[in-house]
């Protein structure tokens, strides 16, 4: 058992989360070992500054070399200013890097989780071999230290845990499979969903491969915030389960009924619609069939940094890729995928076409020539009123989960 410090209805202060932080590290035999310090991008909510601070005292003296490895899955890389930002610091002995997901170099393989146990974990779903390929230093390091966020995820359920393995700091190849099969599941079907999924049994299986040491601390962190509700520090697989279950209890919100209109407000932390669109993901499960989901954010300009391929894809519900397969299958699965939620649910027939249960508006800086190209509404944001009496308005949309009781 590990012990969880804090809960649902509990505002950590500063202090105790420190003191969590050196007291759990202390317990663990870390002296002389090399540590790689996992943590997340920009795109999500956490205090890191503070948590790295505790770490670096935790660690100073005790660690022989220190790597903390930024988990931007396919993001864009943070640049310098950026880092120094996001984690505070400098500290002293901590070698900081983006994953670089893109240079082969960067990366390797450490074995491969066979065709029959994939079908299996997937619950038939798909079943091939998969090669699992992570950031190197992942081995090259006795420990791995993962610290991020628990938060409602489209892909896997919760996320937090084995994901920031993969597909934080994995190969493109793992990352397009694992974010198809939650494709396959849909996106409204696993958001939110408690316990292990069959995406997170996946990263379990894969994360076991994983030859160095693995701890993680779990944080669950108030949407849009720094604050804390909860922290738990132990196997990745245990701090996760503790904090999802905060998780649930914190940042998902219930409504009686459908809503036909909502306004997603997006914060500036997403800067395309690659992870902006998570605005819309977080309330699907609310909105009316036929109702419409319109996401304000004049601050992206861009579809997607790292992924322009979803330009000429367009997005389009699941069935639309699979009855046409032998026509998307060479494109990056996970690009796939990504198209899939944020279009949401919807059906496709070689003669009807595509009939899609809601209505997907971008009223955001990206040229209204694009937004229609890829198979979404436009609508000028200056037109905008952000206290619209005929929608349901999300502000800070991204993080907290909506769904009907």
């Given amino acids: ?20 932080v050196l007291r759990t590290l202390a317990s663990h035999d870390l002296d002389g070992r090399s540590v790689c310090v996992i943590v997340p991008d920009g795109t999500r909510s956490c ?47 901590f070698d900081v890097r983006n994953h670089e997901w893109w240079q082969p170099s960067a990366l390797t393989s450490i074995g491969v989780i066979p065709a029959a146990r994939v079908a ?17 230093a992942v081995v090259e390091h006795d420990v791995c230290l993962v610290i991020g966020p628990v938060f409602p995820h489209e892909v896997v359920g919760f996320s937090g845990g084995n994901k920031y393995f993969f597909p934080g700091v994995a190969g493109q190849e793992i990352i397009d499979f694992s974010h198809w099969l ?29 030859p160095s040491r693995r701890l993680a601390l779990c944080l669950v962190v108030q949407s849009g915030t720094g604050a804390l509700h ?9 701090a996760w389960a503790a904090a ?31 992870t902006g669109a998570k605005g819309f993901y977080k309330v699907e499960p609310v909105v009316a069939d036929g109702g419409q989901v319109i996401l304000y954010a004049p601050h992206i300009t861009r579809i997607a940094a790292m992924h322009p391929e979803i330009e000429k894809i367009g997005y389009h519900c699941r069935d639309y890729f699979l009855k046409q397969w032998d026509r998307f299958k060479g494109y990056h699965w996970g690009v796939l995928a990504h198209s899939t939620h944020l279009r949401g649910a919807g059906t496709y027939d070689p ?17 209204e020539d694009v ?14 009123r952000l206290d619209d009496p005929g929608a349901f308005v999300v502000p800070q949309a991204g993080e907290v989960l909506f769904r009907l009781r």
């Avoid at 950026?82 to 002293?92: K, N, R, T």
């Avoid at 299996?120 to 190197?136: I, K, T, Y």
């Avoid at 940042?251 to 209109?261: E, G, I, M, N």
Wanted: glycine share 8%; charged share 20%.
């Fill in 1 to 20: 058992m590990i012990e969880l410090l804090g809960g649902p209805d509990v505002t950590l202060d500063d202090a105790a989360v420190r003191d969590y």
């Fill in 47 to 93: 205090p890191l500054p503070m948590l790295l601070s505790a770490v670096h005292e935790a660690l100073h003296g005790r660690a022989s070399h220190v790597t903390v490895l930024v988990a931007l899955g396919t993001h864009a890389p943070m640049t310098e200013d950026q880092l120094a930002a996001h984690l505070g610091g400098p500290y002293e002995g």
């Fill in 120 to 136: 299996e974990l997937s619950e038939g779903r798909m079943s091939q071999d998969v090669d699992v390929v992570l950031n190197r």
């Fill in 182 to 210: 939650g494709a396959l599941i849909t996106s409204a079907s696993i958001i939110g969903t408690r316990g292990v999924t069959p995406v997170r049994a996946l990263i379990d299986q894969a994360a076991a491969l994983i």
């Fill in 230 to 238: 909860a922290a738990a520090l132990g196997s990745p697989e245990q």
């Fill in 244 to 274: 999802a279950e905060v998780s649930a209890e914190t940042h998902v919100r219930y409504l009686d009924a459908p809503v036909s209109k909502v306004l997603s407000i997006i914060p500036t932390k997403y800067d395309d619609m690659w």
């Fill in 351 to 367: 003669v009807a076409g595509e009939r899609l249960r809601v209505t997907v508006t971008l009223a955001t800086g990206i040229p």
């Fill in 371 to 384: 937004v229609r190209a890829a198979n979404l509404d436009y609508l000028d944001p200056a037109s905008v």
